[in-house]
């Protein structure tokens, strides 16, 4: 669980953060710019928890509040505090804290390991096998400092200005990325640059997982892909993502299975055996304990519910 940081931050700074994400983002839901790797956020009412794959992204709220579950932990940003991933996660995140009147907002930039490494070369920052103590966990909450928060002012005021757009937006990004990595839980992200060790072996296999989601999983296999031994990758993985590798596919595989099912008109037995179920009996009672309500019960529960309440976003 993160401890809130009870830091004061720049009330003009973030007042102005909201006041243009609002300018883009009229409505609820999530605005995607004309920069790819960023997107608003709006919520005007508080909502469930919903369930999605987080991929590596830094996201700045400046109204509201969230509550983000990983496993049994318990993840709670608001104003001025930034929430970054630093590999793909299945997470649960609920709006906990917005109103008609002050509406939960938030801007979220996408992040990628590439990036990462550069920056670290930049720093002088070799990465290594973390060799001493244990790693990070892949996501934390964390307070956004001055210098962070005018860069995402200065960002967002590009969205008006498209001819500067395409240039300076991945500076200031840069920019971004490089005040996270310099915070005091910049580590988190620094361990997943290739070539820094067992974390960004654990980032492989994360990776790997999400792309053959439906095929068997074999640890000793995964063990050997990034030269582990299957102990140490159960042991670390767990550390980096609070569950186990099976744990982690069967999120994946009923996360896309309801993404399926909500968008196409197939049968459950169906969809499991795509999602790579061998037992249909198995896939709705695993459905279940994730989503509170056997597929079609669940199914139809989304579709009468408005688009701005099944929004996917962080």
Same mark, same amino acid.
């Given at each position: ?28 839901? $999530? %605005?995607?710019?004309?920069?790819? !790797?960023?997107?608003? @956020? ?10 999605? $794959? ?15 579950? /990983? ?10 505090e930034y929430f970054a ?9 609920? $709006?906990?804290?917005? =109103? *008609?009147?002050?509406?939960?907002? !938030?801007?979220? /930039?996408?992040? &990628?390991?590439?990036q990462i490494l550069e ?47 395409? @240039? ?7 920019? @971004?990325?490089?005040?996270? /990595? ?11 640059? *290739? ?5 960004? %072996?654990?980032?492989? $296999? ?7 989601? =439906?095929?068997?999983?074999?640890? &000793? ?31 994946? #595989?009923?996360?896309?299975? #309801? ?5 196409? =008109? ?22 279940? #304990? ?11 529960? /989304?579709?009468?519910?408005? *688009?701005? !309440?099944v929004i996917r976003e962080?």
């Open positions: 669980m993160n401890s809130r940081n009870v830091t004061p931050y720049p009330a003009s700074a973030l007042h102005e953060i909201g006041s243009l994400i609002e300018t883009y983002c009229t409505n609820d839901g $999530v %605005y995607q710019t004309d920069f790819s !790797a960023l997107s608003l @956020i709006r919520n005007a009412h508080e909502t469930a928890p919903l369930h999605s $794959v987080y991929e590596p992204s830094i996201c700045l709220v400046a109204q509201g509040e969230k509550l983000v579950l /990983l496993g049994e932990e318990q993840y709670h940003y608001g104003p001025s991933v630093s590999v793909d996660l299945p997470i649960s995140g609920q $709006v906990i804290k917005a =109103s *008609p009147d002050e509406p939960y907002l !938030a801007v979220r /930039l996408q992040i &990628d390991s590439q920056l670290m070369r930049v720093m002088d920052t070799v990465p290594t096998a973390q060799a001493q103590g244990e790693l990070e966990r892949g996501l934390f909450v964390s307070q956004a400092n001055t210098e962070m928060l005018d860069a995402f002012v200065r960002l967002l005021k590009l969205m008006d200005k498209p001819e500067e757009l395409p @240039i300076l937006a991945p500076m200031i990004a840069r920019e @971004i990325l490089y005040r996270a /990595l310099q915070g005091d839980q910049g580590n988190a992200l620094r361990q997943m640059a *290739p070539g820094a060790g067992r974390a960004a %072996y654990i980032a492989e $296999v994360i990776q790997h997982i999400r792309e053959t989601y =439906s095929e068997p999983l074999r640890i &000793d296999d995964l063990a050997s892909k990034v030269s582990l031994s299957p102990s140490s990758l159960y042991r670390h993985f767990r550390h980096v993502t609070m569950m186990s590798p099976v744990q982690f596919q069967k999120q994946i #595989r009923l996360q896309e299975a #309801r993404r399926i099912l909500l968008n196409d =008109s197939v049968q459950a037995a169906e969809v499991a055996f795509q999602v790579g179920y061998e037992s249909p009996s198995q896939f709705n009672r695993e459905y279940v #304990r994730l989503f509170g309500l056997p597929p079609i019960s669940d199914i139809r529960r /989304l579709q009468a519910m408005s *688009p701005e !309440a962080v």
